[in-house]
């Protein structure tokens, strides 16, 4: 059965102190895998999409990296504003069925 | 251009009662998903919805249903609420394009559901 398992569940830090999330998958047949940044009371709001082992993408203070078994979200200097829930998702069944993580509840203090 | 809206965004209902919610994809997409959301599952697809036909389905009873008009808006409803039916319920949308690979799905607000 496809999985994915994110990690940490929480994660609090320090204005500008950067850290990564991770989220590790196993499907058959990776055709693609998503980030998500949700804030409270509301829905999923887009992030990255990535397709194969080796691609980045990038985004002002996150960056997407991908490998055959994991992604990771890494936060670069953040700022209280990336306080959300990040989750990651893959297709299941070759469709349009996602496969959500449980999240990492990111915070971030000033 | 205008996001996924989903109505209404908060409903209240007893259980037994019925509820239909509403959803309008992103102008040209095709494809409308529907997920439920909690604190103990996370999020949990329900089912898909491309051409007016369900193409793929959840592991979700038979009280949960949908369908698709010919203008890609969507409704789902729910019959015979339970306690357990509380949630918070996403509809997605994407183009739903051929291909090896999985067109990025857009999420409205969400629909919060409480059963009393």
């Known amino acids: 059965e496809d999985q994915v398992t994110q990690s940490p569940e929480a994660l609090r830090l320090q204005e500008g102190e950067s850290s990564s999330l991770n989220c590790s998958y196993t499907?058959?047949?990776?055709?693609?895998l998503f980030w998500y940044r949700q804030d409270p009371g509301k829905g999923p709001e887009f992030l990255f999409t990535l397709y194969s082992a080796g691609e980045e993408k990038e985004k002002e203070r996150l960056k997407a990296t991908l490998t055959k078994k994991e992604s990771f979200l890494h936060i670069t200097a953040p700022k209280p504003e990336d306080s959300a829930t990040y989750l990651c998702?893959?297709?299941?069944?070759?469709?349009?069925?996602?496969?959500f993580g449980q999240g990492t509840r990111l915070t971030i203090n000033p | 251009k205008a996001g996924v809206t989903q109505t209404p965004r908060y409903l209240i209902k007893t259980r037994g009662q019925q509820v239909t919610l509403s959803c309008s994809p992103i102008s040209g997409h095709r494809s409308v998903s529907w997920y439920q959301q909690t604190p103990g599952q996370g999020l949990q697809f329900l089912f898909e919805y491309f051409s007016e036909t369900q193409r793929n389905k959840g592991n979700f009873p038979g009280r949960f249903s949908g369908r698709q008009f010919s203008n890609s808006r969507s409704e789902m409803n729910v019959s015979t609420l339970e306690l357990g039916d509380s949630a918070l319920y996403l509809c997605?949308?994407?183009?739903?394009?051929?291909?090896?690979?999985?067109?990025?799905?857009?999420f409205g607000p969400g629909t919060r559901l409480t059963v009393l």
């Open positions: 998702a893959v297709p299941s069944q070759g469709a349009q069925k996602l496969v």
């Open positions: 499907v058959s047949g990776l055709r693609g």
């Open positions: 997605a949308s994407s183009w739903r394009t051929s291909g090896t690979s999985t067109d990025t799905q857009y």
